[in-house]
Structures are given as C-alpha cells and as structure tokens.
C-alpha cells in the first residue's frame, strides 16, 4: 500500500508565501517523477511544477519565478516552496509520485488527496 500525504496548506494574504509537502510511504522499491498539480474551483487540475529523481525540474509559465520544487530522495519527499502568491493560485494542490513497489515494477501515479492554499487579496 502506498500513500502520499500533503501538508503546508492554508490562508495566506497575497504576496505571501507557502511551502507544501509531501511524503511517500509504503512498500517501495524506487520513487521516479514527483510533482505538483493544483485544481482551482470549476477548472481542471493542472500542472504546477515537476522534478524527476536526478533534479530536472519543470515549471508551468504560472509558476515561473515564484515557485521551486525540491525532492529528497532519502526521504521520498517533495517540496514546494510558492512565493509572491496571487488570489489566482487559491486551488486545491496535490502531490503526485511515480512509485515502483514489488507489484508494480514499472511504476504507477499515485496521488495525494490534496491540500488547500486559500490566497486572500
């Protein structure tokens, strides 16, 4: 059983700033692409930020420049850090990992349940 857990969330005024994370636990072998999605009310969830095992980073145009993703792989953990937040990023964020277990030796996404970054103007 895998399970991803998201923390970090919660009201900020606009210009602050928020860090998520995010755990991997479970019986696993190897963890590759981790990232971070977000779903705002009405809309789809889309792309915030990704990082595969070895650091290479890939951000939507949104997120450029206020946000950095970071993992540690020890820990299968991932890390956003949001800066200079606009009412705009309020969304529900999940975490999303790549997981290799003893079933599944290819890999399979899982997802977080998510966590909620209220933006206040």
């Known amino acids: 059983q895998v399970q991803l857990v998201e923390s970090g969330g919660g009201l900020v005024q606009a210009g602050g700033s928020l860090r998520l994370s995010c755990v991997v636990s479970?019986?696993?072998?190897?963890?590759?692409?981790m990232g971070w999605y977000r779903q705002a009310s009405g809309k789809q969830r889309e792309l915030v930020a990704r990082?595969?095992?070895?650091?290479?980073?890939n951000y939507a145009d949104s997120a450029k420049g206020r946000v950095t993703i970071s993992r540690e792989n020890a820990k299968n953990t991932v890390s956003l850090q949001m800066n200079s937040l606009k009412p705009e990023d309020t969304a529900v964020y999940y975490c999303?990992?790549?997981?290799?277990?003893?079933?599944?030796?290819?890999?399979?996404?899982?997802w977080g349940k998510g966590t909620l970054v209220t933006v206040s103007s």
């Open positions: 999303n990992a790549l997981v290799v277990t003893t079933s599944n030796i290819y890999g399979v996404n899982y």
């Open positions: 479970g019986s696993i072998l190897s963890v590759g692409d």
């Open positions: 990082v595969t095992r070895g650091g290479t980073t």
